[in-house]
């Protein structure tokens, strides 16, 4: 019926402008999965061209020629956009939960081993001794003791000034456990498989870099023993301490990032919390809407849609939970996400990942989203479900999504970072290579095995939501963004001071990895316009 409205509208707005159409045009218009008003009102316009009548006769009659000359350059367009994907890392088929203190100790080494392999294509890292050999073969004394004999007391002394003249340095690798502050600098200790060992950062350079470690992440420390009498257990009990002389992150390096050989689009949302009484579903219709048209050559260039978690707003995931939902059952939020999400036109592929609003469970990494109430979603051919964190190759270009819990414990032990500048915070984990390397804290780490945390894979973008704030920054040519929400201020939110963007739909150019803000919310026509990103 919408398509017999659509050709009755066409058919009368050529008969208003004195224009008819054959019969063979108008078969092929009726077969047409396209917006047949538009071309016939592209031909007219074409036709009242004046230099243009004068060449063809019978002009007032729509041909097949004609609806082909607008159709062709479409189909040639679209037929040009390139859309390969390949999924690399899905943490769901990788899921082997350990079980107890057998299971994080299996944790703990696997992101060990897998940090040491990252250190071991930096300068320096063949010097690596463990943290045993040094304990064993430096000086290990006490303070100089109280000698009442004048001849014993030199010869102390002697030996100790021999022992600062040959100062040894040391190369260690390890998780740093605890950052303490001390009379006389910052004190850091690590601990790797033969024990742990504490060392002390006093230049102001080095206690400003020290400060902004995760813990818990990996870290190489080049230490120094100047002969000061330090304790075997590297605290510093016995009146000394190992220097930090320079401090290590394994961090990702600068590097040259993959890019779509073809112009092509992905775009990048989070966080619809579907079910929620503040979902913005006529800002996100307007959305789906947008993907649906022909509006513009870069909505006809769309492939890719990534989703990076919190499809639907769940059930008892903090207390009174129940008093801001509009839809009390999961399945049912399920189901209408489900419902929404298919609107999404078939030549656009979905990624979608889990947040910790979602079913399933909550701790690190997350299987992907129950097949129970998205069954029309699985169903797609267009449609991809990955567990949380996955990493996506799309045109060529790496893209790691990761839904966002750990930017709150980033957030509140980092000074001078905040939730209005997520993609700072999303910084520290590159600089980690661990999407959420402390434990302990807010974000809940099941003891897998394998820790398919630690970022092996140096990504050209690193896709995050979780803190509802639209922010994006580029980082040794990596992209970071974090795709804010669909979902209004939440009194938690208010309580937590924070001020989200949501109703924003990112997008970035394959081909340049260049990108923009398309706003859907409520506003006139000249606010409501493409945005230009802002990075540093």
């Not at 990494?365 to 991809?384: F, I, M, R, S």
């Not at 990895?513 to 026509?525: A, V």
């Amino acid at each position: 019926m919408a398509l017999q409205n659509d050709i009755f509208n066409a058919l009368s707005y050529a008969a208003s402008r004195g224009y008819r159409v054959h019969p063979d045009a108008f078969a092929m218009l009726k077969g047409l999965d396209v917006n047949v008003l538009k071309i016939v009102q592209n031909i007219i316009s074409s036709r009242n061209n004046q230099s243009y009548l004068r060449q063809v006769e019978n002009s007032s009659l729509i041909m097949v020629e004609d609806v082909k000359s607008f159709l062709q350059p479409k189909i040639d367009e679209e037929f040009l956009v390139e859309q390969q994907s390949q999924v690399i890392l899905d943490s769901t088929v990788q899921v082997n939960t350990g079980e107890g203190v057998e299971g994080y100790t299996s944790l703990f080494r696997s992101r060990m081993e897998k940090s040491l392999r990252i250190f071991s294509q930096r300068p320096g890292s063949k010097k690596i001794v463990k943290i045993s050999s040094i304990k064993q073969n430096s000086v290990v004394s006490a303070k100089l003791p109280a000698h009442n004999h004048i001849e014993e007391r030199r010869n102390v002394r002697k030996s100790y000034n021999h022992d600062r003249e040959n100062a040894a340095r040391f190369v260690v690798a390890g998780l740093l456990m605890a950052r303490r502050s001390k009379k006389n600098g910052l004190e850091l200790v690590i601990d790797d498989y033969s024990g742990s060992l504490g060392a002390l950062a006093k230049s102001e350079d080095l206690k400003s870099q020290a400060v902004l470690l995760a813990l818990d992440q990996a870290v190489m420390l080049e230490v120094e023993n100047d002969g000061t009498p330090w304790s075997r257990d590297g605290g510093g009990t016995s009146g000394g301490m190992l220097t930090v002389k320079s401090i290590v992150s394994p961090d990702i390096p600068d590097h040259i990032p993959n890019k779509s050989k073809s112009e092509a689009y992905a775009v990048l949302i989070s966080d619809l919390h579907i079910g929620s009484k503040h979902f913005m579903e006529s800002e996100f219709a307007r959305f789906l809407d947008w993907l649906s048209s022909d509006e513009d050559d870069i909505v006809r260039k769309i492939r890719f849609l990534c989703l990076a978690g919190d499809l639907v707003d769940g059930i008892g995931i903090f207390p009174d939970q129940d008093k801001e939902l509009v839809e009390t059952d999961a399945l049912k939020q399920l189901r209408r996400a489900a419902d929404l999400l298919a609107r999404v036109p078939k030549h656009i592929h979905i990624f979608m990942i889990p947040g910790n609003h979602d079913p399933g469970r909550r701790a690190l990494p997350q299987p992907a989203l129950p097949k129970v109430g998205l069954e029309k979603l699985y169903a797609l051919d267009n449609c991809t479900m990955l567990g949380n964190p996955a990493l996506v190759e799309l045109n060529g270009v790496k893209v790691l999504m990761y839904h966002g819990q750990s930017l709150d414990d980033i957030i509140a032990t980092t000074p001078g970072l905040s939730y209005s500048r997520p993609a700072e915070a999303m910084k520290m984990l590159l600089k980690a290579r661990h999407l959420s390397p402390i434990y302990g804290g807010r974000t809940p780490i099941a003891p897998e095995c394998e820790d398919m945390l630690v970022i092996t894979d140096v990504p050209d973008v690193l896709h995050s939501g979780h803190v509802h704030v639209v922010d994006v920054v580029r980082y040794r040519s990596t992209l970071i963004v974090n795709s804010g929400a669909w979902q209004n201020q939440t009194k938690f939110q208010q309580t937590m001071g924070i001020t989200p963007t949501p109703g924003i739909a990112v997008v970035i150019n394959l081909a340049t990895l260049e990108l923009f803000g398309k706003d859907f919310n409520e506003k006139s026509e000249t606010q409501a316009v493409v945005m230009a990103m802002q990075m540093q």
